[in-house]
Every structure is written in C-alpha cells, then in structure tokens.
Nanobody, 123 residues
C-alpha cells in the first residue's frame, strides 16, 4: 500500500509560481509512473502532468504546457511540480497519483492517490 502526501499549495497572485511536492510513504514509488491531476470547483478531475519511473519521459496537459514542469527524486521518494506563470484558471485542488504499471493520462488507471493540496491563484 502506497500513501501519498502532497504539500506546497497556497495562495498566489496571477503570474506567480508555486512548487508542489508529493512524498510517498510506506512503499517506494521509484518504479511507478507518477502523475498530477487537478479538480476545480464544479468541474471534473483533469490530467495535468505525468512522469515515467526514471524521470526520462514526461507529458503535459495542453492547458499547462510550457508553464508547469514535473520532476522526481527517487532517492527521496518524491515527485515535484513546478508551476510558473500561474493563472486564475489554475485554481484547483491538486492531487498526485501513482500507477502500478504502464503509462497513462487517464485518472481511472491510477491506483493510489493523495489527499490533495489547494492552489488558489488571484487575479
């Protein structure tokens, strides 16, 4: 069983930056594909970014390409998301997730989820 804990969310002005962290407990995620999703009020959870187990391959949702960067440190069992040029429409609860195998941007294929961290971007 993998437990994930996100941190780093907060309130930031438009154009600002935040760095989210997702630390895994109780089990290593060094061999897992990891991803970030987000859910805004009244909307469905959407894919943000995914990273392969080695960190060598990444992929982003269209709305965050060029602004967000996903990375990982397997020695620390932690995944990060650097978010730059934030916009009010980035306001959401951000969740990290771990997949047991494969590569996917589909929420339903992820087996473990954190509790989420709130990001609020003011205009």
């Amino acid at each position: 069983q993998v437990h994930l804990a996100e941190s780093g969310g907060g309130l930031v002005q438009a154009g600002g930056s935040l760095r989210l962290s997702c630390e895994a407990y109780d089990q290593s995620v060094s061999s897992n594909t990891m991803a970030w999703f987000r859910q805004a009020p009244g909307k469905e959870r959407e894919f943000v970014a995914v990273i392969s187990w080695s960190g060598g391959t990444t992929y982003y949702g269209d709305s965050v390409k060029g602004r967000f960067t996903i990375s990982r440190d397997n020695a620390k069992n932690t995944v990060y998301q650097q978010m730059n040029s934030l916009k009010p429409e980035d306001t959401a609860v951000y969740y990290c997730a771990a997949q047991l195998g494969g590569w996917s941007t589909t929420m339903e294929t992820y087996h473990y989820w954190g509790q989420g961290t709130q990001v609020t971007v003011s205009s």
